[in-house]
């Protein structure tokens, strides 16, 4: 007999009169394993939904520490049956308890006889009267409107034909069945085939739909290019549109459909370019069509601003000097004035095509450096300090505007997207919520120049919104066209009672929207009523893909896990985006995910602390104690979401009518009541990985007072990628992408010992693609599981186009399945554009299911290219560049701008720094120029480098890298896993800055705009698979002009530092070099614990929370789960940020330096990233020989002679280039250049200290 798993929902007649205790309905697998674990006793079993087949079951057993897994499926009579080996006679049951009071006899087939029912705990009904935020004393009806009802989502339950599975399967059902009764009617004098007619019917199902919206577009197009004969179009395609007939007319219908469509087809090009003709003539004075009119046009906006000079100029200017840059978006051009004496005045004119970039200044936040182009094709940069950060943001956007306004390309690289979220109140909406759409208000708000630039996309989530569908969508359209002078057009409204999620786009948009998709899912009491719950929408932009959630969850201080479970919940059943990515969650579905919404989670902290806070404006402390951060911190929702930094104050519960009062107590019937104030309205996101997202203002409105909610606002600057069109056709087989993958290797959290396979899918790919089954599999635990792939096991996947512009935006998704089950145990999502190259890079990030972090996977693969295929083109984002380095000394912090998102490690190579400070030549011009070709790499490289929090979901935090250095010295070293990679906090260079004039860069110190921290530290915002989060292996490969490179291997996202080596924490020197290194060695070589072996574990001081405590390890099964709930409960002092990660390849550069050239420590034999290598013995305690001594002539001969040659490069780029000069540096000075391990620190300083005491 096989074993397997399964998924989806189960009639009620399977289950007999009640449903069994060990029946869990839709408990995930791994949480059903989970529960078996904690039974321990072999016989123990369960029997959950199966996750990969509708109307079945998984049977789970737990046998000799493993989770067997049988799927149960039924038959087409409604008889469950356990699926068995070919061959074997299954055996039928009508319910459920029939099938397993057979499986509880001996000899019955399985790996054992069932015994032990493990059920499911019953949860108590503790005040399920969620009503409204506890304001009304029963659920709010939902509205009875009839303009209420919405378009069928993708929810909307169909008919299940066979058309899903396309001809080829109906037509072997025609010929297995109904093709024999339509002989024997053709034999009786028959002269039409019905049942032949049914089948192309139900095959063509599809094509009509499609057909359908294809003629919609065509209409559109004819009323904006031939408007005289637009109306016999739309009457023509309405009339074939209009019938609804069965069997031969249906099928005439169809015909009559595709004649129409091929003249439509035909000459809609033709019309087209009669149209723009007529257009383009100097007599034609007629009205441009409707697509190409614009808002009203922008004022001349000017900004005052001084020169940033060096000391060395200021002493021969004597004084810094005022500018005016003014910009006119309309007119495309930029006047740099300067002000002289007696009034005077001089100024030079750029045109939009000679601004050659904008370098943002990330110490100094209000300065910014502007590359024009020169005479000679030679260029020179010019930095401006302005009034303040926010002015120097509106003049980016407004440059970015004439940019893109007089840009030569057809479709857009950017667009620009308002979200809100509000809470009504039940109350109607007020006359004036113009702040709101504004960004007027407290918090990150626009700029005054920019506030009345319309946005490309309006969202709006609404929740206790009493104002009924159609009446709510008008009062947005005249909102935004009072606001605008635009008349946006609603693309799609959902709602689920009163939660409202309504997006508006321009006019001139609207044809670039496709696939629209809208659904629900109800929280409410018993998760039937919606009065909680979410709506979503999503589409695709070009193409880019959108989902937008919005949702009111569970209320009442108290209640974070009925809260967290609304989240899994709906990230599970929301229906949105591609239906062949049902294996993925919503949060992988699309390139950007945006969730907004009341999402009503509290604040841990007495009221009468909040309001001092609050009155104080100390809003650290009070996001400290948020409950939502802190769930985010245990991993347990919003995994890998992003959101913007809050510097505004709680949002609810406000007073009514008023702003200056919060209101926290109300008298109920049954007590009194306490809400205290708090930011429960709130806008996360999530991107793919290295893709241009920048929030731009996050905030909360200070004068619209009818709710006791404040509406909250964010804006974003979103890429968009154009249906790309090949210029050059389908590749031949000699131009051909190939996408190849060397070697996989995954670490999963399960229990069961099935084999495993991988799914490939993309939109570049024509269909998904299947690995074959992983050919090594090893567990040293058994609540874990190592698998991997060979070249052998793993298919070469072609793009559908080669180009290399499109395939640097495409991503791939991945799931790891089980053979026995089809049932998922992990997905992720690469970028294609690191991968590509003629040598294969290496990939790591997580793997996730439902909601929770499952594993990680890294693996080896290239995208190869043809060189006929290898031209590009800069993005409008691209355009502005994050000087990362300043050029007034070595001691300032910078900060990486913040990427949400999915998280993996990609590669870099070495990188020769830009020209001299102060040189403005042909060089400099150059230098911009490839800092221009690399910027969309790099661009989601930068991630804010601090840590998360211990994961209970991630195995491989306590697997692939221990436990952390602080309490790695209470812990028996039996028990700590093989160290893997050397010291992740190494320092990483950024990337160098494009402008001529700019020092080498400084490291990154933290982000602008974070995930909130919940301790001192700051809290990661994770970039797609740009992690700045990486193993510290920096490649000091020397190169002309101080060439510097980084690790291109690195340890999995989120993971702490590894353990202290034995040595440190026993004092016995060690064998400083184990055996020679494999290809992947932090997963290789790395032991997973054995459970029940060594001593107890001690939680000692280096806890913040929870104080002392002490677990130990047993022989059960569950012993390491245990371990990392009691790890994933505290959290840790003194972890460092990690440091941003280097840039990825640029094209033309040096590439292929191995993973054994990219070394830090001086040529050797290949050896393993061990501890060795993290803290060489000889340097651990400040021995004599780590002294600095009299032959070393550099720094980095003598961090060499340290073993810690890793820090050479920060170092050296934040200017501790001189070995007299370092005498001075502090463990300040030390963080900044990247050196973060405490134990590293007093290496440094000790050596220092010696070397100041021999002279």
């Known amino acids: 007999m096989a074993g397997g798993g399964g998924g989806g929902g189960s009639g009620a007649s399977p289950l007999g009169p009640a449903p069994p205790m060990w029946y869990h309905r839709d408990l995930s697998r791994a949480a059903a394993e989970e529960l078996l674990a904690r039974a321990g006793i072999d016989g123990s079993f369960l029997v959950r939904d199966s996750e990969s087949v509708n109307g079945a079951y998984a049977l789970c057993v737990l046998f000799q520490k493993h989770v067997h897994t049988y799927r149960i499926l039924p038959d087409d009579e409604g008889f469950l049956a356990v699926q068995t080996s070919q061959g074997v006679q299954p055996k039928r049951f009508k319910t459920l308890p029939e099938l397993v009071s057979l499986y509880l006899q001996p000899s019955q087939g399985l790996v054992t006889t069932l015994l032990y029912p493990v059920e499911r705990e019953e949860t108590a009904v503790s005040d399920d009267r969620d009503y409204s935020d506890g304001e009304d004393e029963k659920p709010p009806l939902p509205p009875r409107s ?298 990150k708000t626009l700029d005054e120049m920019t506030v009345t630039i319309p946005h490309d996309l309006y969202v709006f989530g609404s929740q206790e919104n009493s104002v009924c569908e159609r009446e709510w969508v008008e009062s947005l359209r005249a909102l935004l066209k009072e606001q605008t002078e635009l008349d946006y057009k609603p693309i799609a409204v959902q709602t689920l009672w009163n939660i409202k999620l309504a997006v508006l786009v321009k006019a001139e948009h609207e044809n670039r929207i496709s696939h629209v998709g809208m659904s629900s899912v109800k929280t409410g009491i018993a ?123 709680p949002t609810y519960r406000y007073e009514r009518g008023s702003r200056d009062t919060y209101v926290w107590q109300k008298q109920k019937a049954t007590g009194m009541r306490t809400n205290v104030p708090s930011w429960c309205d709130r806008i996360l996101w999530k991107s793919y990985p290295e893709t241009h997202i920048v929030c731009n203002s996050y905030g909360c409105t200070d004068d619209i007072v009818t709710s006791d909610h404040s509406p909250v606002f964010a804006t974003f600057e979103v890429g968009v990628t154009s249906q790309f069109v090949s210029k050059k056709g389908l590749p031949k087989s000699s131009e051909q992408a190939y996408i190849e993958f060397e070697s996989i290797e995954a670490i999963v959290k399960t229990a069961s010992r099935t084999k495993f396979f991988i799914e490939f899918y993309s939109t570049c790919l024509e269909e998904f693609k299947k690995s074959y089954e992983n050919d090594s599999q090893s567990s040293d635990n058994v609540n874990f599981l190592r698998v991997g792939w060979s070249n052998k096991q793993l298919t070469t996947l072609k793009p559908l186009l080669s180009e290399i512009e499109y395939l640097q935006d495409q991503h791939l998704l991945l799931t790891v399945k089980s053979l026995d089950g089809y049932e998922s145990y992990g997905e992720c999502v690469l970028a294609l554009k690191s991968m590509i190259g003629s040598t294969a890079q290496q990939f790591h990030t997580y793997l996730s299911h439902r909601g929770e972090e499952t594993g990680n996977i890294r693996g080896s693969m290239r995208v190869r290219v043809p060189s006929e295929r290898m031209g590009t083109r800069e993005r409008l984002y691209e355009w502005i560049s994050v000087d990362k380095d300043e050029t007034s000394g070595p001691k300032g912090k910078s900060t990486m701008v913040s990427r949400s998102g999915h998280e993996y490690v990609k590669p870099s190579v070495v990188r020769k720094p830009h020209g001299e400070l102060g040189k403005v030549s042909e060089e400099g011009e150059r230098n911009s120029k490839e800092e221009n070709a690399a910027r969309s790499k790099q661009d989601t490289s930068d991630s804010d480098p601090s840590i998360s929090k211990n994961s209970y979901n991630n195995p491989a935090y306590y697997i692939l890298e221990g436990v952390p250095n602080q309490s790695a010295a209470a812990i028996s070293p039996e028990l700590l896993p093989s160290p893997t990679s050397a010291n992740p906090q190494a320092a990483k260079p950024p990337p160098p800055s494009a402008g001529p004039r700019s020092k080498p860069p400084s490291m990154a110190s933290g982000p602008p705009h974070p995930r909130r921290p919940v301790t001192g530290h700051s809290v990661r915002v994770i970039s797609e ?127 292929g330096l191995g993973l054994d050239a990219c070394r830090t420590f001086p040529p050797r034999n290949p050896i393993t990233e061990s501890i060795a290598e993290d803290m060489p013995e000889e340097a651990l305690w400040g021995s004599s020989s780590s002294s600095l001594s009299v032959g070393e002539s550099s720094v980095g001969e003598w961090l060499q002679r340290l073993g810690l040659e890793r820090y050479e490069q920060g170092l050296l780029h934040n200017g501790w280039d001189d070995l007299e000069f370092l005498s001075d540096i502090t463990e300040e000075d030390l963080e900044e250049a990247g050196v973060h391990d405490p134990t590293h620190k007093r290496i440094l300083l000790e050596s220092l200290r010696q070397q100041q005491q021999q002279k």
């Open 1025 to 1151: 698979e740009g992690s700045s989060e990486d193993d510290g292996s920096a490649c000091m490969v020397g190169a002309q002009g101080g060439g510097v490179g980084s690790t291109l291997n690195r340890p999995p996202p989120d993971f702490p530092p590894p353990p202290l080596p034995k040595g440190a924490l026993e004092m016995v020197p060690e064998a400083p070099f184990p055996k020679p290194r494999p290809l992947y060695p932090d997963l290789a070589e790395v032991r997973i614990p054995a459970a029940g072996s060594g001593p107890p574990l001690a939680l000692g001081e280096g806890f913040r929370r929870g104080g002392v405590g002490a677990g130990a390890l047993d022989d059960q099964s569950c012993s390491v789960l245990h371990l990392a709930k009691t790890l994933s409960e505290n959290e840790f002092l003194g972890q460092p940020p990690r440091a941003p990660s280097a840039p990825p390849p640029l094209r033309g550069q040096p590439m």
């Open 527 to 649: 998760n039937t009523l919606g009065n909680k719950g979410a709506v979503g929408v999503s589409f695709m932009f070009n193409g880019t893909s959108f989902g937008f959630v919005n949702c009111h969850l569970t209320s009442g201080n108290e209640k974070i896990a009925r809260r967290n479970q609304n989240y899994l919940d709906i990230l599970r059943l929301l229906s949105l985006g591609d239906k062949q990515l049902s294996s993925f969650d919503i949060s992988l579905r699309f390139t950007h995910l945006f969730w907004l919404g009341d999402l009503n989670y509290r604040l841990d902290m007495d009221i009468q602390e909040i309001l001092n806070y609050i009155n104080r404006k100390e809003f650290d402390p009070l996001l400290k104690v948020d409950q939502l951060n802190l769930e985010r911190e245990k991993n347990k929702v919003f995994l890998r979401f992003a959101e913007e930094e809050i510097s505004f104050p």
């Open 146 to 443: 009839a303009s209420t009802s919405t378009p069928p989502g993708p929810d909307t339950p169909t008919d299940s034909t066979p058309a899903a599975n396309g001809l080829s399967t109906i037509s072997h059902e025609y010929l297995k069945g109904s093709y024999a009764l339509d002989l024997e009617a053709v034999k009786q004098g028959a002269s039409s085939l019905p049942h032949l007619n049914k089948t192309l019917v139900a095959s063509c199902k599809r094509l009509n739909g499609e057909v359908d919206k294809v003629l919609s577009g065509l209409e559109i197009l004819s009323k904006v290019f031939d408007q005289q004969s637009a109306f016999m179009v739309s009457k023509m395609i309405q009339q074939v549109q209009s019938v609804n007939q069965a069997g031969d007319q249906e099928l005439e219908n169809l015909v009559t459909k595709l004649a129409v469509l091929k003249d439509l087809l035909s000459s809609i090009e033709k019309k087209a370019l009669k149209a723009l003709q007529d257009m383009s003539l100097p007599s034609s004075c007629s009205p441009p069509p409707h697509f190409m009119r614009h808002s009203k046009a922008i004022p001349v906006q000017a900004f005052e601003v001084k020169l940033d000079v060096y000391l060395a100029e200021l002493t021969k200017i004597g004084k810094s000097q005022k500018y005016t840059l003014s910009v006119d978006v309309e007119g495309g051009r930029l006047v740099v004035m300067k002000k002289m004496k007696d009034n005077q005045e001089d100024w030079i004119t750029y045109t939009h095509d000679k601004i050659r970039q904008l370098i943002k200044s990330q110490r100094v936040q209000n300065k910014l450096g502007i590359v024009f182009e020169k005479e000679k094709d030679k260029s020179q940069r010019k930095d401006f300090i302005f009034a303040s950060a926010k002015k120097r943001e509106a003049f980016c956007q407004l440059l970015q505007l004439m940019k893109n306004k007089h840009s030569n390309q057809d479709e857009p690289d950017m667009i620009s997207i308002f979200i809100g979220t509000w809470n009504m109140g039940s109350v109607p909406t007020p006359k004036n919520v113009a702040s709101w759409v504004l960004c007027r208000g407290l918090g």
